[in-house]
């Protein structure tokens, strides 16, 4: 399937490759279908995006918590565990948008809302108010 978007022009997806979002995401439930995208050239892509192959003007930078030194411990609900289709905490990576500050124009983590992904069942969940555990590091 082609998609236009915004940020890359037309994306050749696979099928095999979308992750669908059963509740959409808080705010945009009509958007279900995403592509996680990254740089191919780089061995360890820090910045990834989540694009909505169901309204392609939309995209989002994610990134691994441990990039800002977060690190959650999420209780997932037995509703949450079917919409993720998992069983085991070890088949959920979990993901942080970033977002500019309105004011500053910094880019900064969005640490109470993580994206959850089974990548086995590309299933995605965007968690809620989440509580979570910031480890400052002096660099």
Known sequence: ???????FGPL?????????????????????RFK????EGSAQPQVRWLQSLDQPEITFSVVDPSLFGVSY?????????VLLDCQ???????????????ETRAVE???KY?????????????KPATRCELVFKNI
């Open 1 to 7: 399937m082609q998609v236009m978007t915004e940020w």
């Open 109 to 111: 983590p969005k640490v």
């Open 12 to 32: 050749d997806v696979d099928p095999e490759t979308v992750l669908t979002f059963p509740a959409g995401l808080p705010g945009l439930e009509q958007c279900t």
């Open 114 to 126: 993580p994206i959850l992904l089974n990548l086995e069942k590309r299933r995605g969940y965007q």
């Open 88 to 102: 085991q905490a070890e088949q959920i990576t979990i993901l942080m948008l970033l977002g500019r500050n309105p």
């Open 36 to 39: 996680l995208l990254y740089d």
């Open 73 to 81: 411990e999420l209780t997932l609900t037995d509703e949450e565990c």
